[in-house]
C-alpha cells in the first residue's frame, strides 16, 4: 500500500469537508431567502463555516508544504501531474472562497453579526469592490463544486476500479 498521509494531515482533510459542503450548502439556501432575520442567521452559519475552515487550512498547509509521502511508483506521471493539478485548485478554491467572501463584508455597506459571537465591520462602503468579491465567490464556490466532483470520482475509481490503495492513504 502507498504510503499514508501524516493523521493531523488526514483529520484536517474530514474536518475541512463538512464546512467547505455545508457552507456551500448554506450559500445556496441563503440566496433563495428574502432579506430579514432568517436570512442573516443562515449568513452567520455560512460566515462561520467558512471561517472555521480558513482557520483549519493554515495548519493544512503548513503540514503540505513539508510534503506528503510519495504515490506508488505504478502511478503514471499523467495521473501524478493531473492529482497535482487537482490539488493545487482544491487549495486554491479553499484560500478564494474565505478571502473574497471576507472582502465583500469589509467592502459592504454594514456592519455584520455573526451569529452574535462577534461583528464583522464594514471598513469601507465600496459598492464595485463588494460587488467584485460576491462574483468571485460565488464563481468559486461553482468550481469547489466542479473540483470536488472530479476529487470524489478519483477517489472511488482508485477505491473501486484500480483497488490500488491511494484512497487508503487518507482515511483515519
Not at 471598513?123 to 464595485?128: E, T
Not at 468550481?143 to 487508503?168: E, K, M, P, S, T
Request: net charge positive; aromatic share 6%.
Amino acid at each position: 500500500m502507498p504510503n499514508r498521509y501524516p493523521l493531523p494531515l488526514i483529520l484536517l482533510h474530514w474536518l475541512i469537508l463538512p464546512l467547505m459542503v455545508g457552507a456551500f450548502i448554506l450559500g445556496e439556501v441563503m440566496e433563495d431567502l428574502p432579506r430579514g432575520d432568517g436570512r442573516m442567521s443562515v449568513m452567520g452559519w455560512h460566515i462561520l463555516a467558512g471561517l472555521s475552515m480558513a482557520a483549519l487550512l493554515v495548519p493544512r498547509l503548513v503540514i503540505r508544504l513539508r510534503g506528503v509521502p510519495p504515490l506508488a511508483a505504478a502511478t503514471s506521471a499523467l495521473e501524478l501531474w493531473l492529482a497535482r493539478l487537482a490539488h493545487l485548485g482544491l487549495y486554491a478554491v479553499m484560500l478564494v472562497l474565505p478571502a473574497t467572501g471576507l472582502g465583500s463584508i469589509l467592502a459592504g455597506k454594514r456592519t455584520v453579526s455573526v451569529l452574535g459571537l462577534f461583528d464583522l465591520p464594514s471598513l469601507a462602503s465600496l459598492p464595485w469592490l463588494h460587488e467584485a468579491m460576491e462574483e468571485i465567490h460565488e464563481g468559486a464556490a461553482k468550481l469547489f463544486l466542479l473540483l470536488l466532483a472530479l476529487h470524489v470520482a478519483a477517489a472511488l475509481w482508485h477505491a473501486l476500479i484500480r483497488r490500488d490503495g491511494i484512497f487508503r492513504r487518507i482515511l483515519p
